[in-house]
Nanobody, 118 residues
Framework: QVQLVESGGGLVQPGGSLRLSCAASGFTLDYYAIGWVRQAPGKEREGVACISRMDGSTYYADSVKVRITNSRKNAKNTVYLQMNSLKPEDTAVYYC???????????WGQGTQVTVSS
């Protein structure tokens, strides 16, 4: 069964950090580009990061560049999104998805809530 499971979300104060994980089962992440997409209440989904399938290059949206690092751990079939210097506007449900780098996506995780608030 193909499955993506995110974890690591939570409540953090502005300026804090979180590391999100996306664990895959039923398929190998190596064969896909991996994207992180977030959706804030009342807003459209926004792609924030991706890892290219071809060479593992990472790409970031301007809104998160410098503050976020996307990485892949092949042995664990897991990708991570390290988020630093978090801002209240980063509050959203974060999803990992596989397929194209910025979409379209073949599979989605269930999402993990990130709340940045004092």
């Amino acid at each position: 069964q193909v499955q993506l499971v995110e974890s690591g979300g939570g409540l953090v104060q502005p300026g804090g950090s979180l590391r999100l994980s996306c664990a895959a089962s039923g398929f190998t992440l190596d064969y896909y580009a991996i994207g992180w997409v977030r959706q804030a209440p009342g807003k459209e989904r926004e792609g924030v990061a991706c890892i290219s399938r071809m060479d593992g290059s990472t790409y970031y949206a301007d809104s998160v560049k410098v503050r976020i690092t996307n990485s892949r751990k092949n042995a664990k079939n897991t990708v991570y999104l390290q988020m630093n210097s978090l801002k209240p506007e980063d509050t959203a449900v974060y999803y990992c998805a596989v397929g194209g780098c910025w979409g379209p996506y073949d599979y989605w995780g269930q999402g993990t809530q990130v709340t940045v608030s004092s």
